[in-house]
């Protein structure tokens, strides 16, 4: 028997880009069984890459609903023949993709309550033609069966946007001229108008596909479709992640009428009233446990975006910052008070409801960093690290710009390097540039965060993850730049943990126990890097050059601010 059985436990799910992922979490917190399905390796006759489907148009990225459905069922299927002891679930929660949308068909919460325990769930929510399997000769479904026919018999169209998508700029303008602008949009939703944002993309349905939109009984985020899966009916969309929509208004948590009517008609009825992200929208469907033998009184916690999951994961607390080092560099911050700018993104916080989160994309993360290590450290990081151990804080006066793709905050593309004097020059020598590279990054990301309403306190700590965290001199200029003492934590499956801790927090409903005495028994964090003395003088005269030269360079690029 499978050494897990009579655990009493929690699942945490993620339903992300490129795969489903599942952790179960014990009493003590420890994390004791996890799996995942990976979209492009394992459900191969959907033919997509990265999860997605990128569309002729280099705009339009969409995912196959039936693809998330179906591997939902293959990891349930290993569990069970695993011996995983489903009896000892408590309590469920979840994580979705922030932003994409999934259309339920009318008639599908008919299906969604009465599943047959005796088939799969894909089965059982596709057409009644079944998905042809890849034939031996390769040739995809998609040559013999269109697109637009799988998924039907419950979904109103099959390929679900995602949000990487970034065909709805008309929309995004029509939004934001609707409600006065993008910075009255970003007070009210707590964002100016983005493409990948759930409420343009509807309002491109609506125009595009009238009768799809019009066959649509209900619409979910992925979060909430993954929910609705295990609950047998229509899940509410969460507060967390209905802020990433540009229709929420974050105040007072209610959606914006103006906004509903900018994108579509009868939208609030499509949608449902949104919930806090802690509520239990109820108790597991009577196909999972009679299929898998989930106990009847086993909880559904709301499911939420996977960025307000991994904050959970990652147990911020307020007045920390987190920074996922990744391809693209994230910060979330824990506000109490929202601040919405133009820049970043202001969400209702997945474990106060009472306060906020913020997220700030930078797309020059490691891009950059790898970049300039092969053409300065031949391609080592051993190399890179001596060029920081070298140079002192401060870099002389030294700054520098490097984005060699357009940034995302602010946006500016290319590379700018200035003297202590503020005299733009063309080159640095190679151990001045790798400290300006990495001192610059920090320094933009704390100028930013600040933007959004982060101060340090006392007790703030800094939560690294992603792969540049495991390299300590680079954690060390990030521990000097912020003044503050940096910890690592294994984030690698931060979204999933937080679902679990979720859905420990969802037990406690109604007790007014507050999410950090849930998981006060977690793992720690690991110090990584406490700030050098003197560290705070040296580089607040920096951060004041460095705002001041990030605002010459963008009036040179895009002419004077608004
Ligand atoms: O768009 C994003 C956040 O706004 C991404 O981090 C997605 O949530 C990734 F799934």
């Keep these: 028997m499978a050494e897990h059985a009579g655990r009493r436990c929690c699942l945490g799910w993620d339903f992300s880009t490129q795969q489903v992922k599942v952790v179960a979490v014990d009493a003590e917190l420890n994390v004791f069984y996890e799996d995942s399905v990976h979209f492009d390796r394992d459900l191969l006759e959907f033919g997509t890459q990265g999860g997605v489907h990128v569309h ?5 990225v969409t995912s196959p609903v039936l693809m998330w459905v179906q591997a939902l069922d293959i990891i349930l299927e290993k569990m069970k023949a695993s011996g995983f002891d489903f009896s000892q679930v408590l309590a469920l929660s979840g994580a979705g993709q922030q932003h994409g949308s999934v259309y339920w068909k009318a008639g599908a919460s008919q299906v969604l309550a009465s599943l047959s325990p005796d088939l799969l769930l894909h089965e059982q ?71 990948r944002f759930t409420g343009n993309q509807i309002a491109k349905l609506y125009q595009q596909n009238p009768e799809a939109y019009s066959h649509t009984e209900r619409i979910s985020l992925v979060s909430s479709f993954a929910a609705s899966l295990f609950l047998g009916s229509h899940s509410p969309i969460d507060y967390s992640d209905g802020s990433g929509m540009n229709l929420l208004r974050i105040q007072d948590k209610v959606w914006s009428q103006a906004c509903l009517g900018a994108c579509a008609p009868h939208l609030e009825e499509k949608l449902g009233l949104p919930v806090p992200s802690c509520s239990v929208v109820g108790a597991i469907s009577s196909y999972f446990v009679q299929r898998y033998g989930f106990p009847p009184g086993c909880k559904v916690v709301a499911f939420t975006g996977d960025n307000p999951a991994s904050l959970a994961g990652m147990r911020l607390e307020e007045g920390d910052i987190a920074v996922s080092l990744g391809t693209s560099d994230t910060l979330f911050l824990w506000l109490q008070e929202p601040t919405p700018t133009l820049e970043g993104h202001i969400f209702c916080n997945p474990v106060d409801p009472q306060h906020y989160m913020a997220l700030l994309c930078f797309k020059n993360g490691s891009l950059m960093r790898e970049k300039i290590r092969d053409e300065l450290a031949s391609s080592s990081w051993s190399e890179f690290s001596k060029a920081l151990q070298s140079t002192e804080m401060g870099n002389c006066g030294n700054l520098g710009f490097y984005f060699d793709v357009m940034e995302i905050t602010p946006e500016i593309i290319g590379r700018h390097r200035f003297s202590a004097e503020n005299h733009e020059v063309s080159a640095f020598p190679w151990d001045v540039e790798i400290r300006a590279l990495i001192e610059g990054q920090f320094m933009a990301k704390k100028i930013h965060a600040e933007g959004l309403g982060y101060r340090v306190m006392p007790k703030t700590k800094i939560l690294a993850t992603g792969g540049a965290s495991h390299n300590r001199d680079i954690l060390q200029v990030l521990a000097d730049v912020f003044g503050t003492p ?12 937080g679902s679990a801790y979720r859905a420990f927090h969802g037990l406690a409903a109604g007790t007014d126990v507050p999410f950090s005495e849930v998981v006060k028994l977690a793992p720690n964090p690991r110090l990584a890097a406490a700030p050098t003395p003197g560290a705070s003088q040296v580089y607040e005269a920096l951060l004041q050059r460095y705002a001041i030269l990030e605002q010459r360079i963008l009036t040179q690029t895009r002419g004077p601010p608004e």
């Design 56 to 60: 002729e148009d280099g705009l339009t």
């Design 125 to 195: 929510l596709q057409p009644s033609r079944t998905l042809l399997r890849v034939p031996p000769s390769g040739i995809s479904p998609w040559d013999v069966m269109p697109p637009g026919d799988a998924g039907k018999a419950c979904f109103s169209i099959s390929d679900c946007p995602v949000w990487m998508d970034s065909s709805t700029t008309a929309q995004c303008r029509q939004l934001e001229a609707t409600v006065g602008g993008a910075q009255a949009l970003s007070c009210l939703t707590g964002s100016r108008a983005y493409e």
């Design 486 to 497: 940096v910890y690592v934590i294994d984030t690698a499956n931060s979204a999933c943990v």
